[in-house]
T-cell receptor, first 112, second 115 residues
Framework: EDKVVQSPLSLVVHEGDTVTLNCSYE??????LLWYKQEKKAPTFLFML????IEKKSGRLSSILDKKELFSILNITATQTGDSAIYLC????????????FGEGTQLTVNP | EAQVTQNPRYLITVTGKKLTVTCSQN?????MSWYRQDPGLGLRQIYY???????DKGDVPEGYKVSRKEKRNFPLILESPSPNQTSLYFC??????????????FGPGTRLTVL
């Protein structure tokens, strides 16, 4: 059974801090790993990673994948209160059609 | 505006009363999917559809039905809702299933309470 585990489950920081969110996976025939941000509404897409070692970056957010060690990290630098959200990691495989397996999510709270 | 819409946004019902949650997308996407989100369990896939008339079970399909008669619509049907189906439901769509960039676009969510 495909498995995606995120850590920590919850994190509280102060504005300006840098945070690292973790996502590890155990799947057969890995294809891609996706990160989503969920505020008080629907998840919005952040990154899709398919290759090891290639960093994807968008403003203060960046992410990288390690296919050998089966994990990804999402970094957020100089956090702002608007970064407060649930961050979801999802993995898709070559053999499961269009299915995505999601982790439990990391609840990030950024205090002023 | 490109979007995924769901209706209703909020629904309170009673055990056993059939209900349908509609989902529609205006982006001509091939792939559509339903998820439920519960505290501590993340997003779990209920059903998905690769294209018209092609549907398949996700991780938690029991108690749900879907249909894909048109490309834009993917309704979720609960024939006999039970309290354990109380959850937040999301519909999502993607241009293609698993070829290339398959970013999924989510609807606004439907909060369902079954008493």
């Amino acid at each position: 059974e495909d498995k995606v585990v995120q850590s920590p489950l919850s994190l509280v920081v102060h504005e300006g801090d840098t945070v690292t969110l973790n996502c590890s996976y155990e799947v057969t025939n890995f294809r891609s790993l996706l990160w989503y941000k969920q505020e008080k509404k629907a998840p919005t897409f952040l990154f899709m990673l398919t290759s090891s070692g290639i960093e994807k970056k968008s403003g203060r957010l960046s992410s990288i994948l390690d296919k050998k060690e089966l994990f990804s990290i999402l970094n957020i630098t100089a956090t702002q209160t608007g970064d407060s959200a649930i961050y979801l990691c999802a993995v898709g495989t070559e053999t499961s059609g269009s299915r995505l397996t999601f982790g439990e999510g990391t609840q990030l709270t950024v205090n002023p | 505006e490109a979007q995924v819409t769901q209706n209703p946004r909020y629904l309170i019902t009673v055990t056993g009363k059939k209900l349908t949650v509609t989902c529609s997308q205006n982006m001509n996407h091939e792939y559509m999917s339903w998820y439920r989100q519960d505290p501590g369990l993340g997003l779990r896939q209920i059903y998905y559809s690769m294209n018209v008339e092609v549907t398949d079970k996700g991780d938690v399909p029991e108690g749900y039905k879907v249909s894909r008669k048109e490309k834009r619509n993917f309704p979720l049907i609960l024939e006999s809702p039970s309290p354990n189906q109380t959850s937040l439901y999301f519909c999502a769509s993607s241009p293609r299933g698993w070829t290339g960039d398959n970013t999924q676009y989510f609807g606004p969510g439907t909060r369902l309470t079954v008493l």
